[in-house]
């Protein structure tokens, strides 16, 4: 089956600083990436999709300078928070979307998130 | 406006005993996909099925099965006989199909599955 995978699996930083997350599909080419966010017991948001080799298209309410993406190859979406703030921290997960097949999306293991 | 809603929060059940989560779904498309997703404890997703608007079959997988009912929107998910290892937040989700078909996902709010031995 399709393996996304996301690093690193947990990142503790401190407010003010930036962190970056990878999001790879390593069996498989996606032409579209997926960021969503999940606070504790709540449900998923999503906020962009990103396209390789285009600019991310980001959700209402959600701060394109704040959470930037980049979509640099079939395999390899990241998502970089910056200046992190207590307030960012939650558990960030990534999707990938295979370019043949309907609509079939591979989720990654996610990435949890702790600003200090 | 899109939008799924699952009206239970938390279900506690004893082991052996059936459980069905409920799923409502609102869409103006008349082309969607719907889905169940399983999260367990670690965190990460696991895919259980996938549904399109044109197919209202009832699906059977082991212990799992679905029932999709267009005339009501629901797309409500059964296992029989549950187990410990069944325990898990389990998401509803819809996927438009519009133009653009951008393969967004709209997420309900989750059920949290908690089974007893």
């Known amino acids: 089956g399709a393996v996304v995978s996301q690093h690193p699996s947990r990142v503790i930083c401190k407010s003010g600083t930036s962190v970056k997350i990878e999001c790879r599909s390593l069996?498989?080419?996606?032409?579209?990436m997926f960021w969503y966010r999940q606070f504790p017991k709540q449900s998923l948001m999503l906020m962009a999709t990103?396209?390789?080799?285009?600019?991310?298209?980001?959700e209402q309410g959600v701060e394109k300078d704040k959470f930037l993406i980049n979509h640099a190859s079939l395999t390899l979406s990241t998502l970089t928070v910056t200046s992190a703030h207590p307030e960012d921290s939650s558990f960030y997960i990534c999707s990938a979307r295979v370019i043949q097949g309907a609509y079939e999306q591979y989720f990654g293991p996610g990435t949890r998130l702790t600003v200090t | 406006a899109q939008k799924v809603t699952q009206a239970q929060t938390e279900i506690s059940v004893v082991e052996k005993e059936d459980v069905t989560l409920d799923c409502v779904y609102e869409t103006r498309d008349t082309t969607y996909y719907l889905f169940w997703y399983k999260q367990p404890p670690s965190g990460e997703l696991v895919f259980l099925i996938r549904?399109?608007?044109?197919?209202?079959q009832n699906e059977i997988s082991g212990r799992y099965s679905w029932n999709f009912q267009k005339s009501t929107s629901s797309f409500n998910f059964t296992i029989t006989a549950s187990q410990v290892v069944d325990s898990a937040v389990y998401f509803c989700?819809?996927?438009?199909?519009?133009?653009?078909?951008?393969?967004?996902?709209?997420f309900g709010q989750g059920t949290t599955l908690q089974v007893k031995p």
């Open positions: 549904r399109n608007s044109f197919d209202e």
């Open positions: 989700a819809l996927s438009e199909d519009g133009s653009g078909n951008t393969g967004k996902l709209i």
């Open positions: 069996d498989f080419q996606a032409t579209t």
């Open positions: 990103s396209n390789e080799g285009s600019k991310a298209t980001y």
